[in-house]
């Protein structure tokens, strides 16, 4: 791999360490540390994602003009600003006020990122794209450890060392990204198209995809907002609550091999890849949902690992086979926004229930959802794609 990959990976581990250190714990530190209601701090992460969604259209925007570069700059400063703010203010209503821009600057990072990480390789194809991922989830790991370790001594070093982090993620981007020369890809225009998307068949199996994918993201975001809040009320550590995003980042970085050889000698087609996923998550939820030790939590969050690997590479894979040619982006463009959705309407959707009712409704409609979401991923290309493709899908 070429050097500016390197310091890109490097840099995306210790920015995602960085954010490993504060959202495994929102939910809990609202809830528990300000006294707001489940809802409440549904509607905090919702505008947390919301500002995400935001960002990332920006930063895409940035990077198509100026370069990735200054893209980078921007985000990580925006994000550095909330940080250091929260550091000092994290009361209520600042709380709600920085991690908002924090989401906001962290979503004007990832589309740059990922461009860079493309340009700089472009032989590499999907190698690049995997390497980041794979340093995404590396940090992820490390800061779900380190993060539980420093909350069982004080909430406020926790802000601290997710300031430390961003402002060591600036100085590799300062000096490390400078001489990364990346041309900023610019569309060029197609008049002569119609705006009106050309194949209607794909796209409609596509977005009946994407419901079910939606449904299996709001049931997967109540593991950082619902269910880290019930881990405290059956006494389970915040550094035992950590250890398990630590083992489900290990765990996506050392069994992708695994996963290949199963997947290539077991799973004959993608629409089979995803179905066992949702019956993995399903089985993950029926787990924890007759547990009260860690251990029982332990054993859902390696399911639930297994079941997220499944999954969530395999919708991309469908959208990009269900494209029309140059049409590849704005795909792709579906899934993202449908996972952020759920990103959104989890955490509020899973509040609410516990407010009103208890944890084991919420379980009951979660495993509902995943029902619906098999539903879904089985007809998704009945009647809309020609059976030579729905046999490859």
Not at 46 to 69: E, P, R, T, W
Not at 373 to 391: F, H, K, S
């Amino acid at each position: 791999m070429p050097r500016a990959l390197w310091l890109l990976i490097i840099g995306m581990a210790v920015n995602s360490t960085g954010s490993s250190f504060l959202w495994p714990l929102n939910t809990i530190y609202i809830h528990d540390h300000l006294g707001k209601s489940l809802s409440m701090a549904g509607v905090v992460l919702m505008l947390n994602s919301g500002a995400s969604v935001i960002g990332n259209l920006i930063g895409g925007s940035f990077f198509d003009k100026y370069g990735g570069y200054k893209s980078i700059l921007v985000g990580i400063g925006i994000s550095l600003f909330a940080i250091i703010g929260l550091s000092i203010w994290h009361g209520w209503p600042e709380y709600v006020i920085f991690l908002t821009i924090i989401g906001l600057g962290t979503g004007v990072i990832f589309p740059s990122m990922y461009a860079m990480a493309g340009s700089v390789w472009v032989e590499g194809g999907r190698k690049a794209f995997n390497a980041v991922y794979v340093a995404q989830n590396l940090g992820v790991a490390v800061g779900a450890a380190l993060c539980g370790i420093v909350a069982d001594y004080s909430m406020q070093l926790i802000f601290l060392a997710n300031a430390v982090m961003y402002i060591i993620f600036f100085f590799i981007a300062v000096f490390g990204y400078r001489n990364i020369t990346v041309s900023p890809v610019k569309q060029k225009k197609k008049s002569e198209e119609p705006l009106h998307v050309k194949n209607k068949r794909n796209l409609r199996a596509l977005l009946i995809l994407c419901s079910g994918y939606l449904l299996c993201w709001v049931a997967y975001v109540q593991w950082t907002t619902t269910i880290a809040s019930y881990t405290q009320e059956i006494h389970i550590s915040l550094s035992q609550y950590s250890l398990l995003w630590t083992i489900n980042g290990a765990l996506i970085v050392l069994g992708q091999p695994l996963l290949n050889s199963v997947l290539k000698r077991w799973v004959t087609s993608l629409k089979i890849q995803m179905v066992t996923g949702i019956i993995i998550f399903i089985i993950s939820f029926v787990v924890v949902g007759n547990s009260s030790t860690f251990l029982g939590f332990l054993l859902g969050m390696i399911i639930l690992t297994i079941g997220e690997m499944f999954i969530w590479p395999a919708v991309p894979t469908v959208a990009f086979s269900l494209s029309p040619k140059g049409r590849e982006g704005f795909y792709q463009g579906i899934v993202n926004s449908t996972a952020t959705g759920g990103r959104m309407l989890g955490p509020l959707l899973g509040g609410i229930i516990v407010d009103l009712y208890s944890m084991s409704t919420l379980f009951t409609i979660l495993i509902a959802l995943f029902l619906v979401a098999i539903i879904t991923t089985l007809i998704y290309d009945r009647a809309t794609v020609p059976r030579t493709v729905r046999g490859q899908i």
